[in-house]
């Protein structure tokens, strides 16, 4: 039992590890509704998808991109909270 609670906890630290390894130093702040198709930073329950670039659909709400602040997010015309739709600042 004891060997058991070792390696998943050690399995636990490594994914940690690895996660907070792969985020840019100067991005805090999830900007929705910025992606272009397969470029999006996470998941997005909603869409269907689980992982890093496998949005469909640009400037989806419910999909994000890392920036540095809030301030960035305003520039890129996102918004700081998830929203249902497309965003229509950067609807084609």
Not at 13 to 33: D, E, L, Q, R
Request: glycine share 8%; aromatic share 6%; charged share 20%.
């Amino acid at each position: 039992m004891k060997t058991k609670l070792t390696t998943a906890a050690l399995a636990v630290a490594v994914a940690g590890a690895f996660a907070i390894s792969t985020v840019p130093a100067n991005a805090a702040v999830k900007c929705y509704g910025i992606s272009k198709k397969g470029e999006n930073d996470c998941a997005n329950k909603k869409a269907g998808h689980s992982c890093k670039g496998q949005n469909k659909v640009s400037y989806d709400g419910n999909d994000w991109k890392l920036v540095a602040d809030a301030n960035a997010c305003n520039s890129a015309k996102g918004k700081t909270k998830a929203f249902d739709g497309i965003n229509p600042a950067l609807k084609s």
